[in-house]
């Protein structure tokens, strides 16, 4: 009976040691929110020794770290690890913005879309959201943001949308698609055959490996090859494929993965590609279209 006493009163004291840690962490995150880092430089080593696998102290330590690329690959292992932190979105951002900051528009999206996903009533949804558009636009992904923007709308009605953005989507489609069509068509129909050739590959067993992943299938080549693009960085063996879409009479560029002999074998890789990235898809039968 004593030892049990003892051991409830060992017990009571450590949760009322770490609920005291974790109180006095959140108050030294939101001093360096505020600018003022010296309390927390200070407290840091004592903090390390005593509790090193607190996720705030973690983060707190990106936080702090005066070397901006240091900071960043700290900020991505607290999210891998942590995702369900009270500051996993606020990683996400740090992270999102450095690669805004950097001109990488692509990785950035990247990074900001986790928040609609995984963050929808996150305190930064407003401005996550805008700047997401913001780098689909930078990135050349016209079609793909003005998808998004009406998308998010609709999910998000109490969001405040740049209206910048909004007025100029129209605008910079326009002058885009005017200057392809300036194009002479016979450069673009070798850059279509050049496609063709280079970007997807010649199927082996045809009739076997009939079914692909695909991922998105879009009117613009440039929204289709940044989708490819982000996909190939992550490791998969992903490809373009044109297909004629009879209904409206033009050819699309359909972004895919993989030849698998049936739809339950796709389904593995689906949903790699479903948590990796964010990308709902569809399982086609490459034979029909």
């Known amino acids: ?12 004291f450590f949760l009322f040691t770490l609920a005291y840690s974790q109180s006095e962490l959140d108050n030294l995150i939101k001093e360096v929110y505020s600018g003022k880092t010296e309390n927390a430089i200070n407290a840091m080593p004592r903090l390390k020794k005593e509790f090193s696998e607190l996720p705030s102290l973690i983060f707190l330590d990106a936080l702090i770290d005066e ?16 995702e369900s932190s009270e500051y996993a979105d606020d990683a996400i951002m740090k992270i999102s913005e450095y690669y805004y900051t950097k001109g990488l528009y692509v990785e950035s999206s990247r990074w900001l879309k986790k928040i609609n996903l995984y963050y929808p009533n996150s305190e930064h949804i407003d401005r996550s959201l805008n700047l997401y558009l913001r ?6 992904r016209q079609d793909t943001a ?3 923007l009406q ?7 109490e969001v405040s949308f740049d209206k910048y953005l909004e007025d100029n989507f129209e605008k910079e489609t326009a002058n885009i698609e005017e200057t392809v069509n300036k194009k002479n068509n016979n450069v673009f129909m070798q850059a279509v ?3 063709k050739k280079s970007l997807t590959p010649k199927q082996k067993n045809k009739k076997k490996y009939h079914f692909s992943i ?6 613009d080549m440039g929204n ?11 490791n998969f063996n992903t490809r373009i494929d044109i297909i004629y879409l009879s209904t409206k009479n033009k050819n699309l560029y359909a972004v895919r993965e993989g030849y698998f002999k049936s739809k339950e074998y796709a389904k593995g890789t689906q949903k790699k590609i479903r948590s990796r990235t964010g990308y709902n898809s569809i399982v086609v039968d490459i034979n029909k279209y």
């Open 193 to 195: 055959e050049d496609l």
């Open 135 to 140: 780098t689909l636009a930078l990135s050349g």
């Open 214 to 219: 695909q991922v998105g299938a879009y009117s």
């Open 151 to 157: 998308t998010f709308k609709k999910k998000y009605p």
């Open 1 to 12: 009976m004593f030892l049990i006493k003892n051991n409830i009163i060992f017990y009571a």
């Open 67 to 82: 070397d901006i690329e240091r900071s960043i690959e700290k900020y991505k292992i607290f999210f891998k690890y942590y």
């Open 146 to 148: 003005k998808q998004y």
């Open 224 to 234: 289709a090859v940044d989708v490819r693009d982000e996909l190939l960085s992550l």
